[in-house]
């Protein structure tokens, strides 16, 4: 078997939020949803796949002074340059393919100057659309295909610890068939209905305040971003220790999400001290699942971080999200004394596998489990990303998943009749209809149900590849 691509095609659908959602230095309002449609010669057969995600500023290079517009070209160019050196990579595997192109990216990259995370955001893209192809054209789900290792999955030739062990040994023998919906309350959130000015209230029929939120989707962990200032978080965070005990009890548990805002371990280290002073923070503590990526990437996995200490007691679990760019960052910050890393389809999918892998052989040569991987979002949005997102969340047995697309954008209102139609038909475990016929993710309990996500070749239940990608404006001819 031969694997190469052969015909590309990328659309866009400029989408609008029902709110804005501030997550560090941006705040969202609208963003353009790139879906790309793949054909491979399979060496058997033709196959196609799709893959998609949203173009987000501010969030592959946090550089604050960088218009918005440039930054969304500069995805595109990379997208575009991994499907160019796509054409000319041959494989036997669905792995090989990618790792031929992530290190042909992984080079240029360093002549280059780009991000990590940039670069192989398109790496990821192709990535993903040729594991749905594979899949559907063996029609083998997701979950089957690692436990066979039908996707030739080589883990020691990226973690060489690993050498010699395959991803079953390792991933749990069954996916999930649910995950609790962390749900992000970002900085600009309110969290009670009567904090909403008027002007900013949304009357669509979705709740808007975390407070309604909660009594509407019975949710139970949420994901807090924090600014890094304490005039504005120690208030907040008051505030939300205290909603969460009336709204939420005991089973309320929560991620803090640094957003790289501190950038020395000193800073940080005080700002938290200052926290665990608080009448409050005893109870929060006992909530706490852990905090994501509170250092600058420029400095988080540098020797300024090294012998982080415990504390006396009050260190939390640190894990790191945008420091996780190539496939050393997770065991360059395990020796610096972080507890792990997160996932998230856009920093890759097998670079995720891998990752999961090396955390859980650790942590059963230990007396206990020491480290974890987190389940993190990029406000996935149906009808690609967030099914394929969380199709590898539940092989991974990530129980706990950021979820914010659902919140932010008013459910697949923006897409296509023929993308809600199919949805309708093979997802109605995942997405519900409201009274209007809104088509929304269906969370009860706080967690969403993945029994037909598990059941399809990488999450979607249809096929996109058949008919034109769902109500999108043509961006670029198709190629090849």
Avoid at 280 to 287: A, D, N, T
């Amino acid at each position: 078997m031969s694997i190469r691509l052969v015909r590309d095609e990328m659309r866009v659908l400029q989408q609008r939020t029902r709110m804005p959602f501030r997550y560090g230095i941006a705040t969202m309002t609208e963003f353009p949803l790139l879906f790309l449609n793949l054909t491979f010669d399979l060496g058997r057969g033709i196959g196609s796949g799709v893959s998609s995600d949203l173009l987000p500023p501010k969030w592959f290079t946090k550089v604050a002074e960088r218009d918005p517009v440039e930054e969304i070209d500069e995805m595109v160019g990379v997208i575009e340059r991994a499907i160019q050196m796509a054409y000319d990579v041959s494989a036997d595997s669905p792995f090989e393919f990618w790792e031929q192109l992530y290190r042909r990216q992984e080079a240029e990259r360093e002549s280059s100057g780009l991000a990590p995370l940039l670069v192989h955001f398109g790496t990821s893209l192709v990535e993903r659309a040729l594991i749905d192809a594979f899949a559907r054209f063996h029609a083998i789900p997701f979950h089957r295909m690692l436990a066979s290792n039908g996707l030739g999955i080589q883990l020691g030739r990226l973690h060489g610890e690993l050498e010699g062990m395959l991803p079953s040994e390792l991933l749990p023998s069954r996916p999930l068939e649910r995950v609790y919906v962390r749900h992000t309350i970002g900085l600009g959130d309110p969290l009670e209905a009567g904090m909403i000015p008027p002007a900013e209230r949304v009357d669509d029929g979705l709740p808007q305040a975390l407070a309604d939120c909660i009594r509407a989707y019975g949710l139970k962990h949420f994901k807090v971003k924090i600014s890094g200032e304490l005039a504005v978080d120690l208030p907040r965070l008051e505030a939300l220790s205290g909603l969460l005990d009336d709204g939420v009890g005991e089973e309320g548990r929560f991620s803090l999400d640094g957003n790289e805002q501190f950038l020395s371990w000193g800073s940080f280290y005080e700002y938290w001290m200052a926290l665990c002073v608080e009448p409050w923070f005893e109870r929060f503590w006992s909530r706490l699942l852990f905090v994501e990526q509170p250092l600058h990437r420029q400095v988080a996995l540098t020797e300024a971080v090294d012998g982080m200490g415990d504390w006396g007691g009050f260190r939390p679990e640190l894990v790191i999200d945008e420091s996780d760019g190539d496939m050393e960052a997770l065991p360059r910050a395990l020796a610096l004394g972080y507890q792990g890393t997160s996932h998230k389809n856009c920093k890759g999918v097998f670079k995720g596998i891998a990752n999961r892998c090396l955390i859980e052989k650790r942590n059963r040569t230990g007396d206990r489990p020491r480290y974890r991987m987190s389940g993190e979002d990029l406000c996935n949005q149906g009808p690609v990303s967030l099914l394929q997102d969380l199709a590898v969340m539940s092989s991974l047995g990530i129980e706990s998943v950021e979820r914010n697309g659902h919140h932010y954008c008013r459910g697949m209102a923006a897409h296509h009749r023929d993308a809600q139609r199919d949805v309708k038909r093979h997802h109605l475990d995942l997405y519900t209809l409201d009274p209007s016929g809104l088509l929304t993710l269906r969370i009860e309990g706080g967690q969403v149900r993945l029994q037909s996500v598990n059941d399809s070749p990488f999450g979607v239940g249809f096929a996109l590849d058949t008919k034109p990608i769902p109500s999108v404006s043509s961006w670029r001819a198709s190629r090849g």
